[in-house]
């Protein structure tokens, strides 16, 4: 008699068709380990549907069978969430197939997508009818517009357009029950009751599946300036920052803080690297960008950098001259957790504090660590403008990975004790995934998580999506 799992990949195949459906060793290895290589997962099967009625046949066959989902797209997660348990009950559903562009509509401003379209195909299709989607991270070739959503990420132009969630006026989702709801819709304002898509935005994929999304566009950038600075401090980082704010707030579309010890991490590991400013302990990232052709961006980012040197805000920079130079200033930025992937075992501590605080947890937090690790390097960088750093440690020169990574946990604890002081979140823009989980009751428990927990026994009462994601002991 063929087992639960024989018998479910049976009417997967059935449903889905040759090639659609794996269950080898092989076949799945890339869809059960995370980015990080944290996680390793243990799937009953990988499906790989391309239609939504597709989507909503795997949802229902999974369900009569008991069987969890753990939803997948670009697998760029930083917290394990898209990795299934070592169990070998889930079934890992990538969006990777679902790839159309619907539609875009220049009179509304609005893209119709499907989510398993990688964000930098979603710009690229924005681009090409004269339009800007304002979502940018380092991820971006491979991260899907699902998964995007199901984390509400953030990155680089959070400070000028906002979060992923600002972006969304529609979403289709496959609900527990394999109900696709359709709420594709375009509108600007809409105050129907419940704002039902934001539940799914953000949710890491333990409420539903995200199949399609309209989200929001703005007009084609016409002109780019941008600089590379060195700073004495983080604070006159943030001097930097407020005074760009007074002379260009509406074009300043990224500001990226890097430590001296993660550029020189960058530098060491990232072949074709030259930093075009002198060596110093922070660096900052601006980009400035305009839709209008008459605006005086390089003029405008030239006086203000005089005036920060004049007032000793910064020590040097760069002007990009060309598309070509301003785009080797975001490579140094892009590949950031690269190098620190590249330079051993790793601790991510992806955290929020007030944008004025980010200083005191710079400093504090690398006192504190330096104390507890003797030796490990403190690599934070991130987005200043939304005071959110990636505090990351990476461990000391040619120590045992294993054995720092055992320590995890303690270090976390002291950057994250740091973090609340401040009234700070433990989760900025990564979410909680697998890795986080244990954090939540201490900081979001009592009504929050009661909250939280009644909307997902509503929406998927038999536990079926993603087990073990950001509620603990799930
Ligand atoms: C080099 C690098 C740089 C990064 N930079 C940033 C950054 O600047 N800002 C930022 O916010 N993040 C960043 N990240 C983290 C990561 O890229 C984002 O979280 C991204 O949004 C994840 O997209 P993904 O398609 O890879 O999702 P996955 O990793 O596949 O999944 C992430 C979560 O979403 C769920 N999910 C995926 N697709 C769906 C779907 N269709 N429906 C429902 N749930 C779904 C999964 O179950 C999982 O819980 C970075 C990661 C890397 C590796």
């Known amino acids: 008699m063929a087992s639960v799992s024989e018998g479910l990949a049976a009417h997967l195949l059935a449903a889905l068709g040759d090639g659609a459906v794996l269950t080898g060793p092989y076949d799945m290895a890339g869809y059960a380990v995370d980015w990080r290589g944290l996680y390793h997962g243990r799937p009953l099967a990988v499906v790989r549907p391309s239609t ?34 070592q169990a070998g009950s889930a079934v890992v559903l990538s969006l990777e197939r679902l790839r159309t562009v619907r539609a875009v509509d220049p009179v509304e401003m609005t ?7 990688t964000l930098l195909q979603a710009q690229e299709a924005a681009e090409a009818a004269g339009m800007l989607l304002p979502l940018s991270i380092s991820s971006e070739g491979s991260a899907q517009i699902g998964g995007v959503l199901a984390t509400n990420a953030g990155g680089n132009n959070t ?27 375009h509108l600007h304002k809409d105050n129907t009751g419940y704002c039902l ?12 599946i995200i199949t399609a999304a309209v989200l929001r566009l703005q007009p ?69 960008g305009t839709s209008a052709p ?59 504090v007030p944008v004025s605080l980010v200083p005191v947890l710079l400093r504090e937090a690398a006192a504190l660590c330096a104390v507890a690790a003797p030796g490990l390097r403190v690599v934070p960088f991130g987005h ?22 055992a320590r995890a946990d303690a270090l976390m604890a002291i950057v994250n004790g740091v973090v609340k002081d401040l009234g700070g979140s433990f989760s900025a823009e990564h979410g909680v995934g697998r890795l986080k989980t244990g954090l939540m009751e201490e900081w979001r428990g009592g009504v929050e998580l009661r909250l939280m927990r009644g909307i997902k026994a509503a929406l998927d009462p038999s536990g079926l999506f993603n087990p073990g994601v950001i509620f603990p002991g799930r």
């Open 52 to 85: 939504v009625a597709q989507v909503a046949d795997v949802v229902r066959l999974c369900a009569g069978a008991g069987a969890p989902i753990v939803p997948q797209g670009g697998n760029t997660s930083m917290v394990g969430g898209a990795t299934p348990s």
């Open 197 to 208: 898509r934001q539940l799914f935005v953000g949710s890491e994929g333990t409420l539903g």
């Open 220 to 288: 084609g950038v016409t002109a780019r300036a941008a600089a590379f600075c060195a700073l004495p401090s983080a604070e006159a980082a943030l001097a930097l920052l407020g005074r760009l704010r007074l002379r260009a707030a509406a074009a300043l579309h990224a500001f990226e803080y890097m430590s001296g010890g993660s550029v020189a991490l960058v530098l060491r590991h990232i072949e074709g690297t030259h930093l075009p400013v002198g060596a110093a302990d922070h660096y900052v990232l601006i980009d400035l």
């Open 111 to 117: 893209m119709t997508v499907e989510a398993g379209l």
């Open 159 to 185: 400070l000028r357009f906002g979060n992923a969630r600002d972006l969304v006026l529609g979403l289709e989702v496959v609900l527990a029950d394999g109900a696709v709801w359709d709420g594709l819709r």
């Open 294 to 352: 008459a605006d005086p961006l390089e003029a405008t980012l030239e006086e203000t950098l005089a005036e920060a040197l004049e007032a000793g805000e910064i020590a040097d920079a760069a002007l990009s001259r060309s598309e070509a130079q301003r785009l080797a200033f975001w490579h140094l930025r892009e590949e950031h957790a690269e190098a620190q992937k590249r330079a051993g075992a790793s601790i991510k501590n992806d955290v929020s």
């Open 384 to 405: 200043l403008g939304d005071g959110n750093i990636h505090f990351n440690l990476v461990q000391p020169e040619g120590a045992d990975p294993a054995a720092f990574l």
